[in-house]
């Protein structure tokens, strides 16, 4: 029994690693180091858009990472496919072999082992160190800000408000705009469910949370016009939730930002509501206005989109206007320049419903005469 | 000889006499108490809910074809791929390589006659359609609509639809719990006498490890889905920001099963590897103890990295550090296995047999989806690439190329057992191929378009199309290459009818293979084994005779497929010494 026991197994036979093993090893590390150099020294535009002409500061850092971890997976890929297809190769069954031939019964290899848990070890305490640099740049390696500008996320757009102007700017309807070399630092929140706040070209995202702040902080480097997308899904209109984000020279942006501002100064100013003509505003509500306010106009619960105007200025279970204003012309005239949110839903400011100050003043002296 | 058979009866008197054969239509099929059969009943609902959920990725892949989207509106494109993760990872793949795999494989494999609870196990199987019947009649009450990961606030916005889908993984979480813990006694306390850890087959090793996560880790998930029911349900504001609820709480407690959950249907398919490899090279597999090893330190570490899928959502700064440190970890223990399955290749003597076929195949596709794995557990990449098309490539490179490629491999390689005969190999063949080719032309263009910009969960792609027009053709190319994998499905669920009248008779030990499993007839008796075999040694050296006693069969045959596949006589597997 005890020489049943230990049969004399048939063991394949091959010379020193196996036919062709040093050859197939120099051929794969040969690969190896030319696509470690592609990635040192190859354009890798294609695949890090914006790689040639880094738009930020940490577009190249960010960039840089990737490189250096490419150099490595792309060796590490190479060898594992190598390998698996020379060894299958090269120890397959062969017709020839007695059929009750075995592998070499090898169990294991401490050296080797203690290699392969060694080096890659090894190898990810550097990236370790690289990513922990590249990820204090990203968080504290900004200098104090030259501008800083809120992102709120919407369902589906993202608004963006700026140092002294009252009304964001809706990427859905005009780009945003930001002046380059100069620290920006942008604070990003969201007014419902979770967004995030992406520009390829930036390397950096970050999620809008309703309820939290967080930020983004970068220095561009060159003027241009890029896509704004999020990232995080956010309802049915998420594949539409883009906007576009203008780098300018600074003066250029000053200009922007100042014409902005006069403009939403002379939204904002007072009209001479006096000459307003009533049949006029009348024609003028069908048109603009009856989208989303029942014409003719209804009593207040009787909604379409906004609430019905039929009783706007005397309506004792509304005694004011949706602001908390009294229904005088002119509180009525400054929600038609300056649109309205709350929780009734949102209108439109002046600008969005193309309204001039003769329109607004129409408008008022027909609504005012609703009883 | 005679007098160790006595003396190793004695010692296996306390494993207890051997039931009944349970009678009836009822009793044998249906509510059965047969890890085997149980592992049946999950084998063919997975693989029925994966035609579903596998239809709605094509439907997705199709609506891909034009930028603007083909067939669907963004609402019901939305429904669509939240119920495909949904379905794929809860429905498909955790029971199809536990509940069908582990159930069917690991207690024979330990020389068990059962689980350690049967009627647990029961429980757990038929617990699983309940939940898949609420999963899928969300879909009548407008469906979910917020991806598998069901965030609120958005996901709140489901209504009677999204808490339809609470339900439903809060209920199948009850059954990966029981699951969990029933192969967790099961593989301490049913091992056969004499097999000690070490000696116990890798694929027990990698349900063990899976086990641990299964019972640890599903809590987690059953507080956020029963929180996010009692929000949709009762109006309790978890999550819900405007009333003090936090949206990212849900996110820690998601991820933090949900992380566990990818290795949960990873790990069993190291199992199925480490099994396949060693059988078809002949030789034992390399670093017995490393791979072993290495399978608990993956779970444990499991539990560790869950917020690196939260990089950009509202983590501090610094909380980010550890998670992405862990997370890198993470690639040694696996670095190790994939180094060790390359050892077991050299030197061998191979089969490139249907089975072995996907195991090879896994070892390249799943080393893409690690390595790409290493780039998003990098901050600063992952600030860029979260939520792109990247993240999708490597999540399905991961799934699809590690998880499936092990399911698929692990089809043909235990048929005979379940079966007594073997599937057809040409039409594996070709399916292997279809499903390879399959996957890289689908998932490998993805991380391209991630890397320019397309965001994932997008029913139309039109701006990123105009900033990048390839996009349109790569694509189509991916919705293309897509219908390869259900074409290789087809044929998998051809071969598997047709070679149930067909196939070759297997016999005991068609592989020449040295775990339990083979030493007993195919199909296996319901009691498994008559005697409790005695193990004195691992299950991997061909060089040895087989390293059991008191087998039921003295002399395990090899006969079928030796004559015809794979001509290995009884000798190599050391079975003539008894």
């Known amino acids: ?371 | 000889m005679h007098t160790e058979h006595t003396e190793h009866e004695e010692i296996h008197a306390d494993h207890g006499h051997i039931h009944p054969a349970p009678q009836g239509f009822i009793r044998k099929y249906v509510f059965s108490l047969d890890h085997k059969v149980i592992g049946f009943q999950y084998f063919f609902t997975g693989l029925f809910i994966m035609l579903i959920a596998g239809s709605f990725a094509e439907l997705i892949r199709i609506q891909l074809t034009s930028p603007a989207g083909a067939i669907m509106s963004h609402t019901q494109y939305n429904e669509m791929f939240t119920m495909h993760g949904t379905a794929m990872v809860w429905m498909v793949l955790i029971p199809l390589v536990t509940g069908a795999i582990g159930n069917f494989v690991m207690p024979l494999q330990i020389g068990a006659r059962d689980v350690a609870f049967p009627w647990l196990n029961m429980i757990s199987f038929w617990i699983f359609p309940i939940a898949a019947l609420t999963l899928f009649s969300s879909m009548l009450f407008g469906g979910p609509h917020a991806g598998w990961t069901e965030y609120p606030p958005v996901s709140l916005e489901d209504g009677t639809a999204g808490a339809l889908w609470c339900l439903a993984i809060f209920i199948i979480g009850i059954s990966s719990t029981m699951t969990g813990m029933n192969f967790m006694v099961t593989i301490q306390k049913m091992r056969a006498p004499g097999m000690t850890w070490t000696r116990m087959p890798l694929f027990c090793w990698a349900t063990f490890a899976t086990a641990l996560m299964n019972m640890f880790a599903t809590v987690a998930l059953s507080v956020a889905t029963g929180c996010l029911f009692l929000e949709h349900v009762f109006n309790v504001p978890w999550y819900d920001p405007t009333r003090g609820g936090s949206p990212v709480l849900f996110e820690h407690m998601f991820w933090f099963y949900s992380h566990p959950a990818v290795y949960i249907f990873i790990i069993p398919a190291f199992g199925v590897v480490s099994e396949i490899l060693p059988v078809f090279s002949r030789k034992p597999v390399f670093g017995y103890k490393m791979i072993a090893f290495s399978s608990m330190a993956i779970s444990l570490l499991a539990f560790t990295v869950w917020a690196h899928h939260m990089f950009p959502s509202g983590l501090a700064p610094w909380l980010q550090l550890p998670f992405m440190l862990l997370t890198y970890a993470i690639g040694v223990p696996t670095g190790i296995k994939i180094f060790s399955w390359i050892a077991t290749l050299w030197g061998g003597r191979i089969y490139l047999t249907t089975p072995m076929l996907y195991a090879v195949g896994f070892l390249i596709t799943f080393t893409f989806g690690g390595l790409t794995g290493v780039y998003l557990a990098c901050v600063p990449f992952d600030l860029h690439e979260h939520g792109t098309y990247f993240v999708v490539g490597h999540f399905h490179y991961v799934v699809a190329g590690g998880a499936v490629m092990g399911f698929l491999g692990s089809i043909p390689f235990w048929y005979p057992k379940a079966t007594g005969r073997l599937m057809n190999e040409t039409l594996g063949k070709i399916g292997f191929w279809l499903f390879f080719i399959g996957l890289n032309g689908t998932f490998g263009p993805m991380h391209w378009l991630g890397l320019e910009g397309m965001p994932r969960r997008y029913a139309s792609y039109e701006v990123f199309a105009k900033a990048f027009p390839d996009a349109v053709f790569w694509n189509r190319f991916e919705s293309a290459f897509s219908f390869l994998m259900v074409a290789s499905i087809a044929l998998l669920i051809f071969n598997l009818l047709w070679s149930l009248k067909n196939g070759v008779v297997a016999g005991l030990n068609p592989w020449g293979a040295r775990t339990l499993e083979w030493t007993i007839s195919s199909p296996p008796p319901y009691y498994n084994f008559k005697n409790i075999p005695h193990v004195f040694d691992g299950p991997y050296d061909y060089s040895k005779p087989l390293p059991y006693e008191n087998l039921d069969n003295e002399q395990p045959e090899f006969p079928e497929f030796g004559r015809v596949v794979m001509p290995i006589p009884l000798q190599t597997a050391g079975a003539g010494a008894h």
Not at chain 1, 201 to 218: C, S, Y
Not at chain 1, 322 to 340: E, H, M, R, S, Y
Not at chain 1, 345 to 353: E, K, L
């Open chain 1, 1 to 371: 029994m005890a020489q049943e026991r230990t049969p004399q197994p048939k063991i394949v036979q091959f010379e020193g690693l196996g036919p062709g093993f040093w050859p197939v090893t120099i051929f794969l590390f040969a690969v190896s180091v030319a696509l470690a150099l592609y990635w040192c020294f190859g354009n890798i535009d294609w695949l890090m858009p914006g790689w040639e002409h880094p738009l930020t500061d940490r577009t190249a850092d960010i960039d840089d990472l990737v490189k250096f971890m490419s150099v490595f997976a792309s060796a590490i890929m190479v060898f594992v496919t190598g390998y698996v297809v020379y060894f299958v190769i090269a120890f397959r069954a062969r017709p020839g072999q007695s059929a009750d031939t075995i592998g070499v019964p090898v169990h294991d290899s401490p050296k080797l082992e203690f290699w392969w848990t060694i080096l890659p070890s090894a190898l990810l305490a550097v990236l370790s160190a690289w990513s922990i640099v590249v990820w204090y740049k990203i968080y504290f390696g900004t200098s104090a800000p030259a501008l800083t500008a809120e992102v709120v996320a919407h369902q589906f757009y993202f608004e963006v408000r700026y140092p002294g102007l009252k009304t964001g700017v809706a990427t859905n309807s005009e780009p945003m705009h930001l002046p380059v070399g100069v620290p920006i630092r942008l604070l990003v929140t969201s007014a419902d469910v979770i967004h995030q706040f992406w520009v390829p070209e930036i390397r950096l995202k970050t999620a809008g949370v309703p309820g939290l702040v967080q930020n983004l902080n970068f220095t561009a480097d060159h003027t241009g016009t890029y896509d704004i997308t999020c990232t995080e899904f956010c309802g049915a209109g998420h594949s539409v939730m883009q906007g576009k984000i203008v780098f300018d020279q600074v003066p250029a942006f000053n200009t922007w930002l100042n014409d902005k501002k006069k403009s939403e100064a002379a939204a904002a100013a007072p009209i001479n509501l006096a000459s307003g003509d009533k049949a006029a505003g009348q024609a003028l509500f069908a048109q603009k206005c009856s989208a989303c306010h029942n014409n003719p106009p209804t009593p207040f619960d009787q909604k379409l989109v906004g609430p019905g105007l039929l009783h706007i200025t005397d309506d004792p279970a509304h005694p004011n206007l949706v602001t908390g204003k009294p229904p005088t012309p002119q509180n009525i005239a400054w929600i038609l320049q300056n649109g309205f949110t709350g929780s009734i839903g949102t209108m439109p400011n002046r600008q969005a419903n193309g309204l001039s100050d003769t329109d607004i003043a129409n408008l008022v002296a027909y609504l005012t005469s609703l009883k």
